[in-house]
T-cell receptor, first 113, second 111 residues
Framework: DARVTQTPRHKVTEMGQEVTMRCQPI?????VFWYRQTMMQGLELLAY????????DSGMPKDRFSAEMPDATLATLKIQPSEPRDSAVYFC???????????FGPGTRLTVL | QKEVEQDPGPLSVPEGAIVSLNCTYS??????FMWYRQYSRKGPELLMY????GNKEDGRFTAQVDKSSKYISLFIRDSQPSDSATYLC???????????FGTGTRLQVTL
């Protein structure tokens, strides 16, 4: 049963600390997305990659957020320094083709105190 | 104004009722339309996927797309308590894989 996996599932940290979230896309999928979900804003696209190359990161605060794909089986989202307003659930999703659907991971619930 | 509008609900219906969930959109370039279901504290899961206008049926679920009105719907027949979740519509243009989501409608099916 192919699934997107994300670690950690929960993270509580203090303001100013670095946070790294990891995602393993479904094997064979070449597009990876990072989303943030809050009650107020819903699902927001932060960044996405195709064949490991960043295609769009316009939804991401550039001064503190960075997203990378070191290899085809790992995507990372890093926040440095973290702020309370970053508290949200961060989802990774992967997809197989340009117009194909996206399959979501279980999310990382981040709380920044 | 958001590109995709969706009533947040909550929508409460009795078990066995027919449920209608809807989204409107403003970008006429959208061609691919999806419905995701999200249970509390879980990731969204794909429920229905349609291309362009028309209907698609899968068990108790029917998705409709009316591109002329920029309106999409998801119907759930014989609703069950297990259908209680947030339903998100999503769409893209087909020229890129970036999806635009509605804010989601929370559905509660009561016994």
């Amino acid at each position: 049963d192919a699934r997107v996996t994300q670690t950690p599932r929960h993270k509580v940290t203090e303001m100013g600390q670095e946070v790294t979230m990891r995602c393993q896309p479904i094997l064979g999928h070449n597009t990876v997305f990072w989303y943030r979900q809050t009650m107020m804003q819903g699902l927001e696209l932060l960044a996405y990659f195709r064949n490991r190359a960043p295609l769009d990161d316009s939804g991401m605060p550039k001064d503190r957020f960075s997203a990378e794909m070191p290899d085809a089986t790992l995507a990372t989202l890093k926040i440095q320094p973290s702020e309370p307003r970053d508290s949200a659930v961060y989802f990774c999703a992967s997809g197989a083709r340009t117009t194909d659907t996206q399959y979501f991971g279980p999310g990382t619930r981040l709380t920044v105190l | 104004q958001k590109e995709v509008e969706q009533d947040p609900g909550p929508l409460s219906v009795p078990e066995g009722a027919i449920v209608s969930l809807n989204c409107t959109y403003s970008n006429s370039a959208f061609q691919y339309f999806m419905w995701y279901r999200q249970y509390s504290r879980k990731g969204p899961e794909l429920l229905m996927y349609t291309y362009s206008s028309g209907n698609k049926e899968d068990g108790r679920f029917t998705a409709q797309v009316d591109k002329s009105s920029k309106y999409i719907s998801l119907f759930i027949r014989d609703s069950q308590p297990s259908d209680s979740a947030t339903y998100l519509c999503a769409m893209n243009t087909g020229t890129a894989s970036k999806l635009t989501f509605g804010t989601g409608t929370r559905l509660q099916v009561t016994l």
